[in-house]
């Protein structure tokens, strides 16, 4: 049995496009060529019937395996009251009813495998980013490094890293300074400056953190957290900690099976020891067996995931839109979510001079200075040039000189270009007392970068990360369907957060997380009994994503958030949320409808059988109806114009 097994498991979806495929020819003779050529009523009848058994043999083997390994843990399973069902079903010729259930079922492991799959993948696409190497040297002054594997470095040891490499452990620096791009743990956008300890006042190395990347410089790390103690390694343990509990959920179905397959069963056996008569019993087995409560609670599910993805959202099974439809607080992260993800312009200025270059001219300068840094904030400032003042060409730039942690200096058309933070301008002698206090962008969170030409302020702008610009009232209408908190976590300072949600009206906001201080925070609030739903785009958001009682991701983030999230907003469209509850609601409204109907029928189905006026034929007619009605039911999901403001 194991070998069949295995035979089945491994080639599952060929044999489910198969029954497929075995399932329209029959429905096509059944329904269509016979109407068509009657006088070959007879052969089209024994080519659908033969179809159908084929598919409900083929079918019921899986079905059966799984009914006895679940008896041998003594749970009786949805499989074993359909394996009866299904074998009676054959007895008394009721072909199709066995070929369609089994097929159902079938189809609807396929389609969880493949989501189980997904998830997977994208564990294994998140350990393959880790550090698999690093350059280890005897001391901070050594210059000659070692090329190891990262499982062999220990705490204390000294790594060199440079420009374009990887952080490959946690901690602190001991020599030099460089700019980080941290976002792969902290999920901010912009590269942090980072600087070793000065011994003579006692301060120590700024902290790094692996799977970061170096920008620009080179710096001595001395590890203080190797391999899963790592910040990253923590990410990738929570992850599949979490996803393997996720996955052990049970779906509806089979917690209904615990009650409703022995009650069905025991029925049939008492009215088949008691009548004599077996028919009857196989009758009650089939008639039994809720087949619109089979094809219902899918089809409705369906059609749900449908009309979301006609709206842009993607959910991935029937449970993420029913966790989806419960949910009362959902948590934020900033970065790529309730903003844009990446360095722009959010405030500029320009300043006069008493000469004859005008402002215009003093964008194009700094522009051309600019467009050759590979810097974010550089980059930002050369989109707004193109952007807001029409730069479409660059002057060239000659003697250009970075200055680390600063700015840069350059010369464009024979002016002196000097631009970069209030510290670059304060060591060239360049007065900003032009700027004032309308400079106040540091409390929003925003860089602010001066641009001076000939030694003259001209242009200072606030480069941050910008709001979405369907943020704000998306979150207002979250409240407005019933959202009962509304939370913020980042990696960005309390005072950035403060100020972004002072903006949007949030109930709470949290800066300076980490990954594991996010999942933490989750955590929390459900021990609390809040149903949490989180909201990123980052692979550091990836344990707090799982963590949740539903992930959502953005579209436009990383492979690993989305593969391994439960919703997906496309295009990273944060206006959908509002949009994917109401749809979850509605789902789950129409699933409960369906259910209802399949149990009443199956109720109406038993009352008609014992009083006398159902039998086989009229009761597989309701049956079939039954199936008919449900579907029709689901499809009106994708029928309707979905109208968030009235679910």
Not at 153 to 171: E, F, K, R, W
Not at 474 to 479: F, R, T
Not at 584 to 593: L, Q, W
Request: proline share 3%.
């Amino acid at each position: 049995m194991l070998a069949l097994q295995r035979f089945f498991t491994q080639h599952k979806r060929i044999i489910v496009i198969a029954m497929s495929a075995a399932i329209a020819v029959a429905l096509v003779a059944q329904y269509a060529l016979t109407p068509l050529a009657p006088h070959l009523g007879a052969a089209w009848k024994i080519v659908s019937s033969a179809l159908y058994i084929a598919v409900g043999v083929v079918g019921l083997i899986p079905l059966i395996i799984k009914a006895i390994n679940s008896l041998k843990f003594k749970v009786v399973s949805i499989e074993l009251l359909v394996s009866v069902a299904v074998l009676g079903a054959l007895i008394i010729g009721e072909f199709s009813e066995a070929g369609i259930v089994t097929w159902l079922f079938l189809l609807g492991e396929v389609i969880e495998d493949a989501t189980l799959a997904k998830t997977r993948s994208a564990i294994k696409s998140l350990t393959q980013m880790a550090p698999q190497t690093a350059q280890r040297i005897e001391s901070p002054t050594d210059r000659s490094p070692e090329t190891v594997d990262v499982d062999e470095i220990d705490v204390g040891d000294y790594l060199l890293v440079t420009t374009g490499s990887q952080v490959p452990v946690d901690g602190r620096i001991v020599f030099g300074d460089a700019h980080l791009d941290e976002a792969s743990v902290t999920g901010e956008p912009l590269p942090k400056h980072k600087t070793a300890g000065d011994a003579s006042t006692g301060t120590t190395g700024d902290e790094v953190f692996a799977g970061t990347n170096l920008t620009d410089g080179t710096i001595v790390v001395q590890a203080t957290e190797v391999g899963e103690d790592t910040v990253f390694g923590k990410i990738i343990e929570l992850v599949e900690e979490a996803e393997d509990s996720k996955t052990s959920a049970q779906r509806f179905i089979d917690r209904f099976a615990k009650f409703y397959t022995p009650v069905v069963l025991l029925i049939a056996l008492v009215v088949g020891l008691v009548t004599r008569d077996v028919r009857l019993a196989i009758t009650i087995l089939v008639l039994g067996c809720p087949g619109a409560l089979v094809i219902g609670v899918p089809v409705s599910n369906v059609a749900g995931i449908g009309l979301g993805a006609r709206h842009g959202i993607l959910a991935k099974g029937a449970q993420m839109l029913q966790t989806l439809s419960g949910i009362d607080t959902l948590v934020f992260d900033k970065t790529g979510t309730l903003t844009t993800g990446h360095p722009s312009v959010v405030h500029s200025a320009e300043f006069a001079d008493n000469g004859a270059l005008s402002t215009a001219e003093a964008w194009h300068l700094v522009a051309s200075a600019e467009h050759e840094s590979t810097h974010p904030l550089a980059q930002a400032v050369v989109d707004e040039a193109k952007s807001n003042h029409a730069i479409t060409n660059y002057s060239a730039a000659s003697a250009t000189h970075v200055i680390a942690g600063k700015g840069l200096t350059a010369t464009v058309e024979g002016h002196t270009l000097t631009i970069g933070n209030h510290a670059l301008m304060a060591s060239e002698g360049i007065d900003t007392s032009a700027a004032g206090a309308t400079l106040d962008w540091g409390s929003l969170g925003l860089s602010t970068v001066y641009a001076a030409v000939d030694g003259v302020l001209r242009i200072a702008v606030g480069i941050g990360d910008a709001l979405r610009p369907t943020t704000a009232s998306a979150l207002n209408e979250l409240k407005q369907r019933g959202i009962k908190h509304l939370v913020m976590l980042s990696g960005d300072s309390q005072d950035t957060v403060d100020a972004i949600a002072a903006t949007l009206g949030l109930d709470e906001a949290h800066g300076a997380m980490l990954p594991q201080d996010k999942a933490d925070f989750i955590t929390d609030l459900k021990k609390s009994g809040r149903k949490v739903g989180f909201v990123g785009d980052g692979i550091n958001d990836s344990p707090a994503l799982v963590a949740s009682d539903l992930g959502i991701a953005m579209g436009n983030g990383t492979a690993t958030a989305v593969e391994i999230s439960d919703v997906v907003l496309l295009n990273s469209d944060i206006s959908k949320l509002p949009t994917a509850y109401a749809i979850a609601r509605s789902t789950v409204a129409n699933t409960r409808e369906n259910i209802g109907i399949a149990l009443a029928t199956v109720l109406f189905l038993f009352v008609g059988l014992f009083d006398g006026f159902i039998y086989m034929a009229s009761g597989m007619f309701v049956h079939e109806a039954s199936i008919l009605i449900v579907v029709v039911n689901a499809l009106r999901l994708l029928r309707k114009k979905l109208d968030v403001r009235q679910v």
